[in-house]
């Protein structure tokens, strides 16, 4: 009979005392660092290794309105430094989310994001009307850009018109006081375009990036490795992608709060997001390697600010859109006790 190992679950550690609280649209998180949607299902699998409630947020995998068994396996495939995945939304449906999952993050403590996809401005509208009150929703993410649906019609933020729709009807029917944030695609040409016309139809924020539209052949059997045939590309390889979009959006949109995420690691690969004007990020694909990841990435970004010396996380972000603090060096110090020379003034005898 073989034995059970239970590893011991991760207790914060003690790093250095920097404020790391942030604000996103009016609501105080205690740090920056929260979940990547699709990657720790609601938070119980990663509860089981550290308290999912140390983050500053769970963001929970996207819900539909009815159980979804997502498309056709294989549904993963990795690539050089990052993964393909096509699982297609798969999952319970919104009433067995509500009695299971979001009711757990509310008796754990836990702040919740909960993201939410529809296949029409209905569907949006109805997830976020049996979303409002629900205790423990500190936030709603509108997952307009997931590419790993059949239909690539679905894919509303590849339009500002169906993004700008879907947002209003959201915001409409969720509680004043929980921030609406509509998560973007990277597949389009000015992604700034797409955030503003977001923005103007009543998001509070935004989440940047989803995954890439990506395709890998099999050179063995000469045929898609994935049997949707297209996946969504996460991992490091798109975090190039993914600060650049950040800094985009904050140049156009500067007073709009952004969650940032998309190949993060490290908490340098944090502060790189922070840098280019993230409020918060969120770690996904590293989890399925190291589920102690977003708690580790929270100690590690702590640490990269207080080296850096800052004092408050909210001081590092943005800052890489603000000039350099030159240094000009002083006059030195005239010699001795007589005062220093004076030119005469002009038309004055010499």
């Known amino acids: 009979m073989s034995e059970l190992t239970v590893r011991p679950r991760r207790a914060p550690s003690r790093g250095p005392a920097i404020d790391m609280t942030t604000r996103l649209a009016g609501v105080e998180f205690p740090n920056p660092v929260f979940t990547a949607s699709g990657c720790a299902a609601a938070g119980q699998e990663l509860d089981q290794?550290?308290?999912?409630?140390?983050?500053?947020?769970?963001?929970?995998?996207?819900?539909?309105?009815?159980?979804?068994?997502?498309?056709?396996?294989?549904?993963?495939?990795?690539?050089?430094?990052?993964?393909?995945?096509?699982?297609?939304?798969?999952?319970?449906?919104?009433?067995?989310?509500?009695?299971?999952?979001?009711?757990?993050?509310?008796?754990?403590?836990?702040?919740?994001?909960?993201?939410?996809?529809?296949?029409?401005?209905?569907?949006?509208?109805?997830?976020?009307?049996?979303?409002?009150?629900?205790?423990?929703?500190?936030?709603?993410?509108?997952?307009?850009?997931?590419?790993?649906?059949?239909?690539?019609?679905?894919?509303?933020?590849?339009?500002?018109?169906?993004?700008?729709?879907?947002?209003?009807?959201?915001?409409?029917?969720?509680?004043?006081?929980?921030?609406?944030?509509?998560?973007?695609?990277?597949?389009?040409?000015?992604?700034?375009?797409?955030?503003?016309?977001?923005?103007?139809?009543?998001?509070?924020?935004?989440?940047?990036?989803?995954?890439?539209?990506?395709?890998?052949?099999?050179?063995?059997?000469?045929r898609p490795a994935l049997g949707g045939i297209t996946g969504g590309l996460s991992g490091p390889a798109i975090r190039p992608v993914a600060v650049r979009c950040v800094w985009q959006i904050r140049q156009a949109l500067p007073d709009t709060p952004i969650l940032g995420m998309g190949g993060i690691r490290t908490g340098l690969d944090a502060l790189e997001f922070v840098l280019a004007g993230a409020d918060a990020v969120s770690v996904g694909t590293t989890v399925f390697g190291d589920p102690t990841a977003p708690l580790r990435v929270l100690d590690e970004l702590a640490r990269a600010l207080a080296d850096r010396g800052f004092e408050r996380f909210g001081d590092a972000v943005g800052l890489a859109h603000k000039p350099p603090v030159v240094h000009l060096p002083q006059d030195p110090d005239p010699v001795g006790d007589d005062p220093p020379p004076t030119k005469p003034a002009l038309g004055s005898e010499l």
């Not at 009307?129 to 894919?155: A, T």
């Not at 921030?179 to 973007?184: G, I, M, S, T």
């Open 49 to 222: 290794f550290f308290d999912v409630s140390l983050l500053g947020g769970v963001v929970t995998k996207s819900i539909m309105l009815a159980p979804r068994s997502g498309r056709a396996t294989p549904r993963m495939a990795e690539t050089p430094s990052g993964m393909l995945n096509s699982i297609g939304l798969q999952g319970p449906g919104i009433e067995a989310f509500l009695d299971k999952d979001l009711s757990w993050l509310a008796e754990r403590g836990a702040r919740a994001v909960v993201s939410i996809a529809g296949g029409s401005v209905e569907d949006y509208t109805k997830l976020a009307q049996r979303l409002r009150g629900r205790p423990g929703l500190s936030m709603v993410e509108v997952n307009i850009s997931c590419p790993n649906v059949e239909d690539r019609g679905q894919v509303f933020a590849c339009d500002p018109d169906a993004s700008a729709a879907v947002v209003a009807a959201v915001r409409r029917v969720t509680a004043p006081g929980v921030p609406v944030f509509a998560k973007l695609s990277p597949d389009v040409t000015d992604i700034a375009a797409i955030a503003r016309a977001c923005v103007d139809a009543g998001a509070d924020g935004l989440s940047v990036i989803n995954t890439l539209l990506g395709m890998v052949i099999d050179t063995t059997t000469m």
